[in-house]
């Protein structure tokens, strides 16, 4: 089911009305139907596979806190095999298989797997990732195993994150689903406001930048210069506008209900460095490649001279194929990797010029550069193909064609109202980081409050795209 879409329109206040309305001992199992009901909107038969994983974490995380010795590892093991082996079916099956074919054709042997077209499961990768931390948590002794199965298929199944995050710790979530919520007035508030913005920036700004974007890079070939840089730049607001979007809204509406979700994306164009940007894009998945991908790379290599340029390598290019099976993303991972080990060498050099530079220039500098080239690695993240970008990073420059702007997909005006929508996204972006944001709003007269949230209201009537565009890590 669609955030936006009719049905959760009607989906939304139907179950957050019923969870206040029952008693508390019967609200988590009302959450495991909603969940289940939200997730079998797309193909029913897959919620199978939610509850086969579900089942072997569960009983694996038990057997993880009673074992000892060599037994907790292997459960462990069990666990993660399982959660991995099915992403990597689902999800990569296909995709390893053509390649390998590829590679014994190079070495002129003849053998060809048969592809299985498997439907993706959608939001595998972030069900299986929450899984994941679950079993690592117990293994590591910061979460005890879970005793109720239906609180644990609760915590990987909950719906507002359930296909796309924030990726939650168990230890944030659980014992959330124990507790009692009552109805709180600002609660509800904060929560709708929150997801009002999140509207608002999938509904005005990414879907509105979709249809440019993918007017150019569908047919990149076609293009050149200006319109290439233009569309580019556009995608690096499209999906963070689109990612950060659902996310607003996932948090929103578990606030609505008082459970309290981890904040996924943090004014990332606002980073001067590159660490200081996946400090603050999608941060439920940078702290998890950190913690159980980066941090166990680099112990492992203790002795191996630059083992921290090397577990950035690693973790980056497994994140990138995290993201999808084709070597775009591996690409635009390794282009982080990158990004990162010259960061690593770099950092010290940049603190002594710092001392000699204007403190404002040199944020500014990095700011710029930062944003640039996490601009330049979207190239590979939106191409369809490596053949593809890398005819637009070819054709980048000269600055040419600029004629061909009008022809993009959008008209003068609806480029006008997106840039404007953008600028408000930015203003609001330093008043959260300048004036504190919300509570910034909320010492503000009613009347400003209601101006406020009006014209957004506005803007999405007027300028939102309501043909039930899905979010673009749903494919994820």
Not at 6 to 28: A, D
Not at 217 to 244: K, M, R, W
Not at 431 to 458: H, S
Request: charged share 15%; net charge positive; hydrophobic share 50%.
């Amino acid at each position: 089911m669609l955030f936006n879409s009719v049905e959760f329109l009607l989906f939304f206040p139907i179950v957050t009305t019923l969870f206040f309305v029952l008693p508390n001992r019967w609200r988590w199992l009302f959450l495991l139907i909603a969940s289940c009901i939200f997730y079998m909107a797309w193909i029913p038969i897959y919620v199978t596979i939610l509850f086969l994983i579900i089942i072997v974490d569960y009983v694996a995380a038990r057997k993880i806190e009673a074992a000892s010795g060599g037994m907790r590892k292997l459960f462990l093991l069990v666990s993660v095999l399982a959660n991995v082996s099915l992403l990597a079916l689902f999800k990569y099956y296909d995709f390893f298989c053509e390649n390998f074919t590829e590679l014994l054709h190079l070495l002129h042997l003849t053998w060809k797997f048969p592809p299985l077209n498997l439907i993706l499961p959608i939001g595998l990768s972030f069900h299986t990732f929450q899984a994941l931390a679950y079993t690592i948590e117990v293994y590591n002794g910061k979460q005890r195993a879970e005793t109720q199965l239906g609180i644990y298929a609760l915590y990987v199944m909950f719906y507002p994150q359930l296909v796309a995050g924030p990726i939650e710790r168990p230890q944030n979530l659980i014992h959330q689903f124990k507790e009692d919520h009552p109805f709180e007035a600002h609660n509800v508030v904060s929560g709708l406001r929150l997801m009002l913005w999140g509207f608002f920036k999938k509904m005005v700004i990414a879907d509105r930048l979709g249809i440019l974007v993918n007017h150019v890079y569908n047919q990149p070939h076609e293009y050149s210069g200006i319109p290439l840089l233009l569309a580019t730049y556009c995608f690096a607001y499209q999906v963070y506008c689109d990612f950060s979007g659902y996310s607003d809204i996932a948090i929103g509406a578990a606030r609505v209900m008082g459970f309290g979700l981890i904040r996924n994306f943090n004014s990332p164009f606002a980073a001067t460095t590159i660490q200081d940007f996946w400090n603050r894009w999608h941060i439920s998945l940078s702290s998890f490649f950190r913690d159980f991908v980066y941090v166990p790379i680099a112990l492992t290599f203790r002795a191996v001279p630059g083992r921290n340029a090397l577990a950035a390598l690693i973790t980056m290019a497994l994140a990138g194929l995290w993201h999808g099976a084709n070597w775009t993303y591996v690409i635009y991972g390794l282009l982080h990797g990158f990004y990162l080990v010259v960061y690593i060498y770099w950092r010290q050099l940049s603190l002594r010029l710092a001392k000699h530079v204007d403190r404002r220039l040199h944020q500014l500098f990095g700011l710029l550069f930062t944003f640039n080239a996490f601009c330049f690695s979207c190239i590979f993240f939106r191409g369809n193909s490596v053949t593809d970008a890398v005819w637009i990073v070819e054709h980048l420059f000269p600055l040419n064609n600029a004629d061909k702007v009008g022809d993009l997909g959008l008209t003068g005006g609806e480029i006008l109202m997106t840039i404007v929508a953008i600028m408000i996204l930015e203003f609001v972006q330093y008043m959260e980081r300048n004036k504190g944001g919300v509570a910034y709003l909320e010492k503000q007269k009613l009347t400003t409050r209601w101006i406020c949230y009006y014209t957004l209201f506005f803007y999405i009537l007027v300028l939102g795209e309501f043909g039930g565009a899905r979010f673009i890590y749903f494919q994820f």
